[in-house]
């Protein structure tokens, strides 16, 4: 495949990215950027350049292998099928080896591996402007969908060519609270919108782009999800505590320390003024949700506690019982079910290291975005395949941005 051609289908799933209720095909899980991503991993593979790439490519599957044969194995030997009562991705109930989910899931893994190597080598000013492409599209999506359904009851389900299931433990493609529509976009329901475009949120504001980030910021507070909730409270924290350490190690004032702290008395401000509305339509159905006070909290707890009491007592423990076989209401419950205390150990390293690898380059929104994501998946959404978290851990180890003037300049240029 011609060089220009390559580089070009990767921003053009870079601008799709978030977009996973329109399929390009008439199968499920090929979504426009998917469907990109898969022609351009052939392209990797049989392509005489990217050597340093295929090689990490060999060296996921390897891992992968290893992990996957020594679960199957395990099931072989342990001659078990009976289950906890977590959601299965085939709903068979039963724990088998080799089974075809197994297979199904891993080819959803392969955009988001494919999306990683890529960034690695291409992150620019470019890429981050074609992913915030996608970002406002989507975005922009939402907040007209929930517009238009106030005015006309409909929404922009003729948009939609995804069949999304609504049955109990699944994404349902429409959800209203207090009357109006939960924002969801163009992705499965609220919560698997905000975990897929609070990243792009964190980076606008690291980039600077201030009208961007107010966009996603309020299509992401029409979602009234406990998902963004956590995530941007996790955020505020995380910089509120970043910056109070910088401006002591420098013994002097920063400024950015000072107007974050001026918004945060702000924000209390506002929200003691109109405590009642907030306690009211916030704070008491959100904290129902968390505490387990409500069906769905309560629901997410139960499967939690099933999970994680079924693999800690059974011969699944190290290896899990095959990635691709339950799926939980949390990234941790259905890894450690999947993959085992050794595949999810690998996971968090990877996610840690990815942070830390931004933080020495001074990349430090890339490096909170993936914090969050990191945060939110472990308690709520239980996402491998939404391509945002994949686009980060691709620019935090990309060979393009090496130090803090570096990055700063690409910020400069992205906004010219």
Same mark, same amino acid.
């Given at each position: =495949?011609? $060089? $220009?051609?390559?580089? #070009?289908? !990767?921003?053009?799933?870079?601008?799709?990215?978030?977009?996973?209720?329109?399929?390009?095909?008439?199968?499920?899980?090929?979504?426009?950027?998917?469907?990109? @991503?898969?022609?351009?991993?052939?392209?990797? %593979?049989?392509?005489?350049?990217?050597?340093? &790439?295929?090689?990490?490519?060999?060296?996921?599957? #390897?891992?992968?292998?290893? @992990?996957?044969?020594? /679960?199957?194995?395990?099931?072989? %030997?342990?001659?078990?099928?009976?289950?906890?009562?977590?959601?299965?991705?085939?709903?068979?109930?039963?724990?088998?080896?080799?089974?075809?989910?197994?297979?199904?899931?891993?080819?959803?893994?392969?955009?988001?591996?494919?999306?990683?190597?890529?960034?690695?080598? !291409?992150?620019?000013?470019?890429?981050?402007?074609?992913?915030?492409?996608?970002?406002?599209?989507?975005?922009?999506?939402?907040?007209?969908?929930?517009?238009?359904?106030?005015?006309?009851?409909?929404?922009?389900?003729?948009?939609?060519?995804?069949?999304?299931?609504?049955? &109990?433990?699944?994404?349902?493609?429409?959800?209203?609270?207090?009357?109006?529509?939960?924002?969801?976009?163009?992705?499965? &329901?609220?919560?698997? !919108?905000? !975990?897929?475009?609070?990243?792009?949120?964190?980076?606008?504001?690291?980039?600077? +782009?201030?009208?961007?980030?107010?966009? %996603?910021?309020?299509?992401?507070?029409?979602?009234?999800? /406990?998902?963004?909730?956590?995530? *941007?409270?996790?955020?505020?924290?995380?910089?509120?505590?970043?910056?109070?350490?910088?401006?002591?190690?420098? /013994?002097?004032?920063? $400024?950015?320390?000072?107007?974050?702290?001026?918004?945060?008395?702000?924000?209390?401000?506002?929200?003691?003024?109109?405590?009642? #509305?907030?306690?009211?339509?916030?704070?008491?159905?959100?904290?129902? $949700?968390?505490?387990?006070?409500?069906?769905?909290?309560?629901? +997410?707890?139960?499967?939690? *506690?099933?999970?994680?009491?079924?693999?800690?007592?059974?011969?699944?423990? @190290?290896?899990?019982?095959?990635?691709?076989?339950?799926?939980?209401?949390?990234?941790?419950?259905?890894?450690?079910?999947?993959?085992?205390?050794?595949?999810?150990?690998?996971?968090?390293?990877?996610?840690?290291?990815? %942070?830390?690898?931004?933080?020495?380059?001074? =990349? #430090?929104?890339?490096?909170?975005?993936?914090?969050?994501?990191?945060?939110?998946?472990?308690?709520?959404?239980?996402?491998?395949?939404?391509?945002?978290?994949?686009?980060?851990?691709?620019?935090?180890?990309?060979?393009?941005?090496?130090?803090?003037? +570096?990055? &700063?300049? =690409?910020?400069?240029?992205? +906004?010219?």
């Amino acid at each position: =495949m011609d $060089k $220009k051609l390559f580089v #070009y289908l !990767y921003f053009l799933a870079l601008v799709f990215a978030q977009v996973t209720a329109i399929l390009a095909l008439p199968i499920q899980g090929l979504t426009i950027s998917n469907t990109i @991503l898969l022609v351009l991993f052939v392209a990797l %593979i049989f392509s005489f350049g990217l050597n340093s &790439e295929k090689y990490l490519l060999l060296i996921f599957i #390897y891992i992968y292998l290893f @992990l996957y044969l020594a /679960s199957q194995l395990t099931i072989l %030997i342990a001659d078990s099928s009976s289950s906890p009562l977590v959601p299965m991705v085939d709903n068979t109930g039963l724990i088998e080896a080799f089974k075809k989910s197994h297979f199904t899931q891993f080819l959803y893994l392969i955009p988001g591996l494919t999306l990683f190597l890529l960034t690695r080598r !291409y992150w620019s000013p470019s890429a981050i402007n074609y992913f915030f492409v996608g970002q406002a599209l989507i975005a922009s999506i939402g907040i007209l969908e929930v517009v238009y359904n106030s005015a006309t009851g409909n929404t922009f389900a003729f948009l939609i060519n995804r069949q999304f299931d609504s049955g &109990e433990g699944s994404g349902s493609l429409v959800q209203y609270s207090f009357g109006m529509l939960r924002l969801k976009s163009l992705t499965g &329901e609220p919560s698997m !919108y905000a !975990y897929a475009v609070l990243p792009g949120f964190i980076l606008a504001l690291g980039c600077r +782009r201030f009208f961007l980030a107010g966009l %996603i910021a309020l299509s992401l507070l029409m979602t009234y999800t /406990s998902t963004f909730f956590i995530g *941007i409270f996790a955020y505020f924290f995380i910089i509120s505590v970043r910056l109070t350490f910088q401006t002591l190690k420098k /013994s002097a004032f920063d $400024k950015r320390f000072f107007t974050l702290l001026f918004f945060d008395f702000l924000l209390v401000f506002v929200f003691v003024l109109f405590f009642d #509305y907030f306690n009211n339509y916030f704070i008491d159905p959100l904290v129902k $949700k968390i505490t387990m006070q409500n069906v769905s909290g309560q629901q +997410r707890l139960s499967w939690a *506690i099933e999970g994680l009491d079924f693999i800690f007592s059974s011969k699944y423990i @190290l290896f899990g019982v095959g990635f691709g076989t339950f799926r939980s209401t949390d990234m941790l419950t259905t890894l450690l079910l999947n993959i085992g205390l050794i595949g999810t150990a690998l996971w968090y390293l990877f996610l840690i290291f990815s %942070i830390r690898e931004s933080y020495n380059k001074k =990349m #430090y929104s890339v490096g909170d975005a993936i914090f969050i994501s990191l945060i939110t998946s472990t308690i709520s959404v239980p996402e491998f395949s939404y391509l945002s978290l994949w686009f980060l851990l691709g620019a935090a180890f990309s060979k393009n941005a090496l130090h803090g003037s +570096r990055y &700063e300049k =690409m910020v400069s240029e992205s +906004r010219s």
